[in-house]
């Protein structure tokens, strides 16, 4: 009798220990709980190599969990602008050129407006932020987080970006976000390298930084890319148990490479500056994906919204050379990392899939597009009430603890 209650007794331990194990299995595995989206503006596959040609050390496609390709293009071109680009990753909507996060038809634009990612996640209570190199109003970190008909209506943009609900935008300064109305809008105003390492977790950021600020040397006061993006990561976890969306662009990848004003193709200067421009871009890659490598439950998704410059080897020498001075409709690459089941590696898709493919790892039942009335603006949901053992896991395994320690009590009383 003795041995046959110990056997029991050993029995119902294993179950216990299973029980209670399986719960954070299933968390282990059961998707994202961060986003970092990170875009390089222009950048095609051969623009890593035209990099490492250049004497860069190059990481983002180092043994990366997934890689595809993404066709581009916009809803009235063949080659697609960074505003309809960013609209496309954004809120998975093909866009005219020009055009922020609006519907190409101008009668459901009357009415409707595409949702973002970023307003996705505000309205399920996670943390969001925006890094670029490129103006704050710029049209990849406005294709997150606005919605006009035009990417060059600045006042516009900012007036929505500040009366929206994005925790941290950081970028190069933008001269209609003046200090007094960022600062009216609620964000901490940061101008130095030293205003954001002295920003503390729970304050809203508008970051206004130097011109300079895609470059590998910076002068002392100016943040680097990698500080910008290791700082928003840092901001955006601590403290939050739902997560974050953080998109970061490097934008002068495209900004080196589009020569389209005096249509020059190729020439030394521009292959040393677009190669500076990808390592910058590369050096944020790899403090997110080193982040998200010990954090476990953050997806890193690293794409382009177009190619710039048709780049590929010619010559003799096979040297990486530009073939136009704009943007083109070449397949840019999707590197993944935090993942190995969004698709099938080597898999082709259009980039207003992307989006999707992040709902789905977040676990979020909503899909892309999304419809919105005009005027719409995400906000975080209300805290939840307080709820009874009965509703939470650990309630439930409380009460299981109970009924486990009388058995026991029953079996040897």
């Not at 809008?185 to 600020?213: H, K, M, N, P, W």
């Not at 005009?374 to 650990?394: D, I, L, S, Y």
């Amino acid at each position: 009798m003795k041995q046959n209650r110990r056997l029991l007794c050993v029995f119902l331990c294993l179950c216990c220990v299973v029980f209670c194990a399986a719960p954070a299995a299933f968390a282990a595995d059961s998707g994202a709980r961060n986003v970092i989206f990170m875009i390089g503006d222009g950048m095609g596959y051969n623009h890593l190599k035209l990099a490492e040609e250049q004497g860069y050390e190059i990481f983002m496609d180092n043994q990366p969990d997934l890689l595809g390709w993404s066709r581009t293009r916009s809803a009235n071109k063949e080659v697609t602008d960074s505003a309809a680009g960013a609209t496309a990753l954004a809120c998975g909507v093909r866009t005219n050129n020009k055009m922020l996060a609006v519907f190409p038809e101008e009668e459901k634009r009357a009415a409707l407006q595409p949702r973002s990612v970023t307003e996705n996640a505000i309205l399920h209570g996670m943390k969001t932020g925006i890094v670029t190199t490129d103006y704050t109003s710029g049209a990849t970190p406005s294709g997150f987080s606005v919605h006009v008909l035009s990417r060059d209506d600045a006042e516009s943009i900012t007036a929505q970006q500040l009366s929206g609900n994005i925790d941290l935008i950081l970028g190069k300064k933008e001269d209609a976000a003046e200090q007094s109305a960022v600062e009216e809008a609620g964000f901490r105003y940061l101008e130095t390298r030293a205003d954001l390492a002295a920003l503390q977790v729970g304050a809203r950021a508008f970051g206004q930084f130097g011109s300079s600020i895609w470059k590998l040397n910076l002068p002392a006061e100016k943040p680097s890319l990698e500080e910008m993006c290791a700082t928003a990561v840092s901001l955006l976890t601590t403290g939050n148990s739902k997560g974050f969306f953080l998109m970061v662009e490097g934008a002068h990848i495209d900004k080196n490479a589009d020569d389209s004003k005096n249509g020059l193709k190729d020439y030394p200067e521009k292959r040393a500056n677009v190669a500076e421009a990808v390592k910058t871009f590369d050096n944020a890659v790899r403090a997110a994906v080193d982040f998200a490598k010990k954090d476990g439950r953050t997806l890193v998704i690293i794409t382009a919204d177009h190619e710039t410059g048709n780049l590929y080897p010619d010559g003799a020498d096979s040297r990486m050379t530009f073939h136009s001075a704009s943007h083109t409709s070449a397949n840019v690459p999707v590197f993944v990392y935090g993942a190995q089941d969004l698709f099938e590696n080597g898999a082709e898709m259009d980039n207003t899939a992307i989006v999707n493919l992040i709902a789905e790892k977040l676990g979020w039942t909503e899909r892309f597009p999304i419809e919105d009335p005009v005027g719409f603006v995400a906000a975080p949901p209300a805290p939840e009430a307080p709820q009874t053992n009965g509703e939470k896991p650990v309630g439930f395994l409380l009460r299981l603890w109970q009924w486990i320690c009388d058995f026991f009590k029953w079996l040897f009383g």
